[in-house]
């Protein structure tokens, strides 16, 4: 697969003298020169995207008067005094005088929409963007002032790969710039890298793929080894639209595809998210408590801390009214609450998970981290979202942001509303156990605030693994369990019928869990449910979240470790005989009957069955 190159035709000249109109080698339509340039060199019939200069490139992406261009020394000229069929110098000589540049990055100081912001920008005019000691010195010390000045660093790449004419030399550059990112991380500074059409190689091993986002021009590819030398040498076929951006998102390794004009907003919010981490407001920080020891202050839209306050009925009505398919899904209540929202993709190993969503944004004015699981409303959306159920992939990019949360300092509100990890060979192929444990010891040790809802069903560890909490809440018409009602019946009851019965012996519902100290609080829902008045729900969760962060946010790393380990750690210890009397979860208070017979499974109409939202 070779790169399209635009071509220009021998037409009537402009009054610039270059050629009036080109041909896109994406869809070979004429194109009209001065309408292609306007749109940022990207075709307007099929939006292919040309290769753009780096100054080109610092143009289109930072704030016009803000560029400071950085000096960065040309080292090791020629090494090895590599002859080929021309000596390296000549090379250099003619790269030099073709781009007017002195190696084939450019440095710059600057911002986008006003977030300050330090730019290393390859050009693949230059020997193809090869990787050489100058490149990856200049790489290198841009790290390095983003490092000194605390500045988020931004990667531009184009580069077929490591500049073969300087040997082992080039081979280290690798190593070099990898450490540098790493030292951006250590210090927990933002690295953002654009990935451009083509970036291949040595770069795309090293500081591309380091970075905490990747994003990608819609068609730019990228990968260690190029589709020539993989037909090559093992003769295997591609598939369609190989190691492209699209099938780069698919695969899990870009966050998300920006198309060029897009491209200075998605990353002046991104930059401002990540980087602008305001506490919360004083409106906020005075509902953390109200005088009878609710959270929240706001009357019924506070937090529930007390088991008496809610309604006794069978944990059943719970069960179907957590399943309900209008209930809000995770995406709609960030579209509710949260505001600049960047949507991250991707586990950086193999896939993307639909049913798991993260990504960063501002609640009330702080920038946080956003995880949950998402199902959808109709038949589609569930295919689509693979019912809510995560896969082994959708694990590793919660964990991946929650790694980003911590080391930029943002707290995370993780939304739950899943039937449990999903079931499987895929799964299990891709080790779904280690997947979820894993995330339940890192949750344990995130140095940042973390707050857990489960807004509709949380099922067994595939909802735990979002649930290592400083404060775990439940909204009232919500369910927590070790596993379905249906799926305790069919292996204790041998009849997945005896679901109400299992859901009730389970106290599968908030006012039980909230009892037993399961839950920290309750979040009241509308009457009739979160699906009657969706922004009612969202409004309840609203000040539920901003109580809890206000309360949470003040505290140090060590005391929010602490905390959560030891709230985890109660769980199942014995309890002191003096305490058992007054422990709310000692007593087991009867569980109301249903209103109603409960037919057999054979004879329940399709009613009773709208709450099963799995296949």
Known sequence: MTAPVLQHQHRPEGDDGTSAWLVCDGCRRMIYSRRFARGGSVCPECGWHARLTAAQRIDLLLDADSVELLDTPVTAADPLHFIDTRPYTDRLRGARAATGMSEGVLVARGTIEGCPVVAAVMDFRFLGGSLG???GEAITLACEIALRERTPLLLVTASGGARMQEGALSLMQMAKTAQAIGQLDEAGIL???????PTFGGVA???ATLTDVIIAEPGARLGFAGARVIEQTIRQTLPPGFQTAEFLLEHGVVDLISPRAALRPTLGRLLSVATRRQAPAPATAAAAASPDGEAGGHGSAGVVRDPARLAERHPWEAVRLARRLGRPSALDYVGALVEDWTELHGDRAAA????????LGRFDGMSVVVIGTQKGHTAAELAARAYGMPSPAGYRKAARVMRLAAKLGLPVITLIDTAGAHPGIEAEENAQAVAIAENLRLMAGLPVPVVAVVTGEGGSGGALA???ADRVLMCANAIYSVISPEGCAAILWKDPAAGPDAAAALRVDSRALLEAGIVDGVIPEPDGGAD?????????LRAALAGTLADLVPLDPPTLVSGRRARFRRFGAPVPASASATTPSAATPAVPTLPAARPPMGQRSTADLDDVRQP
């Open 133 to 135: 000691a100058a490149v």
């Open 191 to 197: 690295t953002v890298s654009l990935v451009t059409d």
């Open 205 to 207: 091993a090293s500081f």
């Open 352 to 359: 993307d998970c639909p049913a798991m969503i993260a990504g």
């Open 466 to 468: 979002l649930a290592v």
């Open 532 to 540: 009657v008045d969706p922004l009612a729900a969202a409004d309840a």
